[in-house]
């Protein structure tokens, strides 16, 4: 995975956690907030991860699970996890169900046992 693919998965993680609701707005600045917390990216600076999330937000613009203009959440992250591979993948609904590490198609919906 290249920079930017790890952010989106990290970002998308986040979003699950924290905004995973219909109308939910969502600030670029909060997610760097929120993200530069993260133990992952300790260490790194505040610029480099705010333009790595340029490019992760156009990606999410683009799907369109963000509305770019209102900057509110459209279509909800779901958590699956893939059999092939056991890898955790977050996706909409308007997105093609399929493992991001591995292309597999063989992935389930990810349920916390309690
Ligand atoms: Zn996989």
């Excluded at 707005?25 to 909060?30: G, Q, S, W």
């Excluded at 992952?40 to 999330?53: A, N, T």
């Excluded at 699970?65 to 459209?74: A, N, R, T």
């Amino acid at each position: 995975m290249d920079r930017i693919d790890e952010l989106e998965w990290y970002v998308r993680d986040h979003i699950s956690r924290y905004y995973n609701l219909p109308n939910t707005i969502v600030r670029k600045e909060a997610l760097v907030d929120g993200l530069i917390k993260h133990i992952r990216y300790k260490g790194s600076s505040r610029e480099e991860i705010s333009v790595l999330m340029e490019e992760v937000l156009r990606r999410l613009y683009t799907k369109g699970i963000i509305d770019k203009e209102k900057s509110i959440m459209l279509h909800m992250l779901e958590r699956y996890k893939c059999k092939d591979c056991m890898y955790v993948s977050y996706i909409s609904d308007v997105e093609e169900m399929i493992c991001i590490r591995c292309n597999s198609h063989n992935i389930e919906r990810f349920i916390v046992k309690k």
